[in-house]
T-cell receptor, first 109, second 114 residues
Framework: GQNIDQPTEMTATEGAIVQINCTYQTSGFNGLFWYQQHAGEAPTFLSYNVLDGLEEKGRFSSFLSRSKGYSYLLLKELQMKDSASYLCAVRGQGGKLIFGQGTELSVKP | KAGVTQTPRYLIKTRGQQVTLSCSPISGHRSVSWYQQTPGQGLQFLFEYFSETQRNKGNFPGRFSGRQFSNSRSEMNVSTLELGDSALYLC?????????????FGPGTRLTVT
């Protein structure tokens, strides 16, 4: 079967660092994506990993370990506007994109 | 460059009816994917069209169908609506090539079935 797991909710403090984990079991692997979705809005692309290692993009970084079926999204210097749902998605066999349920992040002052 | 547009933004239908949703991709994008988003199931892949051909399909019943036109615009149709079809329907476009990976989502169509 195909399964993507991520925590349902997380809370962090403004200015802090938070790590959102994602584990996956899929038929085939052609890349892992992270999306941000604010309430009532469409998801927006954050990052893409297809090889093992860390990809850094400003305050956001994403890590992938294919052998462990594991990824994380690291958000630094948290801001109130980072309060959103963070979706982990894997492109599996045939190119289908499979999403996790999303992690609802609340940033507190 | 204009983003992905979806029409209508909101729709209320009755059980048993059918509905057609429209998606216009970003200019130059040839791939359009459709997703259903519900609080209980999250984002689920419906299908992907590339150059007017269905390239991928999710695990939805045959009541859900789609097509893509020569200008890359896509439509999604749901027949014999059920209460459980109430959801946010999102489409996303991308260039569609082998190395293309970034998808841009539209604002979605909120469908309510009563």
């Amino acid at each position: 079967g195909q399964n993507i797991d991520q925590p349902t909710e997380m809370t962090a403090t403004e200015g802090a660092i938070v790590q959102i984990n994602c584990t996956y079991q899929t038929s085939g692997f052609n890349g892992l994506f992270w999306y941000q979705q604010h309430a009532g809005e469409a998801p927006t692309f954050l990052s893409y990993n297809v090889l093992d290692g860390l990809e850094e993009k400003g305050r956001f970084s994403s890590f992938l370990s294919r052998s462990k079926g594991y990824s994380y999204l690291l958000l630094k210097e948290l801001q109130m506007k980072d309060s959103a749902s963070y979706l982990c998605a894997v492109r599996g066999q045939g190119g289908k994109l499979i999403f996790g349920q999303g992690t609802e992040l609340s940033v507190k002052p | 460059k204009a983003g992905v547009t979806q029409t209508p933004r909101y729709l209320i239908k009755t059980r048993g009816q059918q509905v057609t949703l429209s998606c216009s991709p970003i200019s130059g994008h040839r791939s359009v994917s459709w997703y259903q988003q519900t609080p209980g199931q999250g984002l689920q892949f419906l299908f992907e069209y590339f150059s007017e051909t269905q390239r991928n399909k999710g695990n939805f019943p045959g009541r859900f169908s789609g097509r893509q036109f020569s200008n890359s615009r896509s439509e999604m149709n749901v027949s014999t609506l059920e209460l459980g079809d109430s959801a946010l329907y999102l489409c996303a476009s991308s260039l569609g090539g082998v190395s293309s990976y970034e998808q841009y989502f539209g604002p979605g169509t909120r469908l309510t079935v009563t």
